[in-house]
C-alpha cells in the first residue's frame, strides 16, 4: 500500500491512498475462509461450504468491506504517524468516470481530502491582568431567596377572591379579536402564575377575581413562550403564530402563604437548634448564595479570557473544507444554516485549538474520576436550588453514574473539566485583581 501527501496550501492537502491485489488479497482470502467455516447454507453441512461458494456469492461484498478497512486503517495510521493536526475528519474525494469492477485483481486509488489546524500561540503571559470577583450577596437577591425559601415550607390555601401573585386555576378559551370564543379553537384547563407576569395592566386584571369570573389575558404578552407552551401543551415552536387571545373562566384561587420566621422553619431548613435568630438565619442564607455567585464569577473570568483569546488570535481556517465537513456529518443541516452559524463554530474552533495548545504544552491531564466529581457537583447545586441540602454520598454517586451513561452528558462534563483545567492553568499564568462587587452591580457587568 502506497500512502502519499499532497499538499494544496497551508491549510488543504489531498491524501492518495494506493492498493495493489498484494495489499489486500491475503486478507480478503482469509475472511472468505472464515466465513466458509461459519456459514450455515441449504444444501451443505454446517461447516463444509466451500471457500469458492462464498467467493462467487459473497465475494465482492466481502472485497469492499475489508478495502474499506484497509484503507481506513491506513488513512489513521499516516495521520497519527505523520503527526497531522487535521480539523474535522477526512472527506472521501470522488474521481469522476472512475468505476471498479470489484474482481479480486484490480488496483484501486482513493483519494482523501482533509483540512490542517493552523499554528497558534497562547495568547496570555505574566504581563495580562484580569479581575476576579467576589460576589456579595445585594439585598434584593437575599430577600427574595428567603422568600423562596419561605414558600417552600408555606401553607397553601384557596381564598375565595384572588391577590396578586396568587395562582389561578381555571378554563382557557381561545377568542378572537372581539373576545367571541373560536370554534374549534383550544381549550384548555390550566395554572397561571401571576407571579412570572411583569405586564402591569395584565397582572392587575387577575386581581380581584373569585370562582366563576372570567377575564380576558393575552398569554402572549403575560408569559414567554416556552410558558406559553407548557400552559397550552403545544409544541413551543407553535406559539409564533399562534392567536394569543383567551378567555380564563376562574375555577379555584391558590394562595401559598410563607412559612413564619420561627423556630421551627429554621430547624426545618438547617436541622434543630443550628439557627435561632431570623439574623443567623439570613446571614446562613446569604452565605449559601455567595457559594454559588463563585460559579458567576469564575465563568465571567473564563469570558474575559476567551474574550481577550481571541482578540489577539487571528487564525485561518480551510473554511471551504469544513463546511463541506458540517455538510458531510449533519445532513439535515441547509446549506443556509451552515452559513449563518459558520462563524460561531469557528470562533469555538479557534478557542479548542488554544486550549489544545495549553493542554499539550503542559501536558494537562483529565481524569477520569475528576469528570466523576464534577458530574456529584452539578447535580448537587441542582439539588440546593429546590432546597435539598445533603445527599447521601452512596445516592450521589449513583446519580452521577446514570448521568455519565448518557454518552451527550458525559462528553459535555469532559468538555467541562478540560475547560477548567485550562482555566485554572491560566489562572496561574495571568496576573488576578481580585475585587468586591455586589450581586446587582456584577449583572449590569459586560
Known sequence: MNISQENIDDLNAIINIELTPEDYKSQVDSVIKSQAKKAKLPGFRPGMVPASHIRRTYGKAILIDEINKIVGDGLNNFISENKLEILGQPLPKEEEGKEYAWDFSEDFKFQYEIGLAPKVEVPFSDKDTLTEYTIKADEETLNSRVSNLRKSYGKRSNPEVSEENDVIYGELKQVDDKNEVVEGGIVKTASLRTDIIDVKKIKKSLVGLKKGDTVIIDLKKAYDNSTVARILEIEEDQVEALSPLFQLTVENVNRLEEAELDQEFFNKIYGEDEVKTEEE??????????????????????????????????????????????????????????????????????????????????????????????????????????????????????????????????????????????????????????????????????
Not at 384 to 392: I, S, V, W
Open 281 to 446: 438565619f439570613r446571614a446562613r442564607v446569604a452565605k449559601e448564595i455567595e457559594e454559588m455567585f463563585v460559579q458567576n464569577a469564575d465563568q465571567k473570568l473564563q469570558n474575559d479570557l476567551y474574550t481577550l483569546g481571541m482578540d489577539r488570535v487571528k487564525a485561518a481556517f480551510p473554511d471551504d473544507f469544513l463546511k463541506r465537513w458540517l455538510k458531510a456529518t449533519n445532513e439535515k443541516l441547509t446549506d443556509e444554516e451552515i452559513q449563518e452559524g459558520y462563524d460561531d463554530f469557528a470562533k469555538n474552533l479557534r478557542w479548542t485549538l488554544i486550549e489544545n495548545k495549553i493542554i499539550n504544552d503542559n501536558a494537562l491531564e483529565i481524569k477520569y474520576e475528576e469528570v466523576v466529581a464534577t458530574a456529584k457537583d452539578r447535580l448537587l447545586a441542582q439539588f440546593k436550588m429546590y432546597g435539598q441540602q445533603e445527599l447521601p454520598e452512596e445516592q450521589l454517586n449513583q446519580y452521577a453514574m446514570q448521568l455519565l451513561q448518557d454518552k451527550e452528558q458525559a462528553n459535555r462534563l469532559f468538555e467541562e473539566v478540560k475547560a477548567l483545567k485550562v482555566f485554572d492553568y491560566l489562572k496561574g499564568l495571568v496576573k488576578i485583581e481580585k475585587k468586591e462587587i455586589p450581586y446587582n452591580e456584577f449583572l449590569e457587568l459586560k
